[in-house]
């Protein structure tokens, strides 16, 4: 089987629908890890247990302490909390404002594939940006969102920390797949973007207004990362309307599966 982990944190202040997170993900693992703020862990299980899905022996909540004003890495330290939670030898990371779509039976052959192999190894999924609505999108990528839990980890790789302790934020988010020497894991395959593939759906464009909200704190975190330096009066710029890369794409609805 598989688990999936995530981060989950001031979640009484954004919008989440749980039923939607949980209906998805449940088709495809039978363990859901959640890392918060060490905190905010009860808040966070008084959010979630509203969910008609919500299960305490199959959702994980993982309290971490973190210095979000000082320590440039706390995301991925954050990420790594859960991904040491799971219980499962192979793993998805995903984000809370995104959804998994393809089916299943893909996905196992995926998990099968990566434990064939005697070293820790992951498989790229492509990763498509909604944008205003769910026929519209603006980008596609590949991530490592797929792969072994034994001897992966998720924090920056070493070629993005400067010498003077700060990050290239340029190369780093601070979450990539890497190894317990700060190597990048080892991909044994991509998966093209189509139709029917296996993809990750990212949903943080659908709303651009909660997206402008959630950025007021996000904002101060990427630019920190960019500066070395935590400033509290930090805006970045908001997210308007009319992207001029927004395209209609071709997926069937709905885009992604769901229990009942």
């Not at 944190?9 to 088709?27: A, E, P, T, Y």
């Not at 030898?89 to 393809?102: A, M, N, P, T, Y």
């Not at 920390?161 to 395959?189: H, V, Y």
Request: some cysteine; charged content about 30%.
């Amino acid at each position: 089987m598989i688990s999936v982990y995530t981060t989950g944190f001031n979640l009484s202040k954004i919008n989440i629908d749980f039923d939607d997170v949980f209906s998805n993900w449940f088709c495809y693992a039978n363990q859901i890890v959640i890392a918060t703020f060490e905190e905010q862990r009860q808040e966070t299980i008084d959010v979630i247990c509203k969910s008609k899905f919500y299960d305490k022996h199959k959702i994980a909540v993982i309290p971490f302490a973190v210095d979000i004003e000082n320590d440039i890495y706390w995301e991925g330290k954050l990420k790594n909390a859960a991904l040491a939670s799971c219980y499962n030898d192979v793993v998805i990371q995903c984000d809370l404002d995104e959804r998994i779509s393809g089916q299943p039976s893909d996905f196992y052959l995926m998990a099968r594939e990566i434990m064939k192999h005697d070293f820790s190894c992951s498989i790229m999924l492509p990763t498509i940006d909604l944008y205003e609505d769910l026929d519209h999108y603006i980008t596609i990528g590949h991530k490592w969102y797929i792969h072994r839990k034994k001897g992966c980890f998720r924090g920056s790789v070493n070629f993005a920390r400067k010498e003077d302790g700060n990050l290239d934020a340029k190369q780093s988010d601070t979450c990539e797949l890497i190894d317990n020497t700060g190597n990048l894991i080892p991909c044994i395959g991509k998966i093209d973007y189509n139709i029917d593939t296996p993809k990750i759906i990212h949903l943080g464009y659908l709303d651009l207004q909660e997206r402008n909200r959630v950025n007021k704190f996000w904002g101060k975190v990427w630019n920190h990362r960019l500066t070395g330096e935590f400033d509290s009066k930090y805006e970045m710029k908001k997210t308007t309307s009319g992207d001029p890369r927004k395209n209609k794409h071709n997926l069937k609805h709905p885009l992604w599966p769901k229990i009942k």
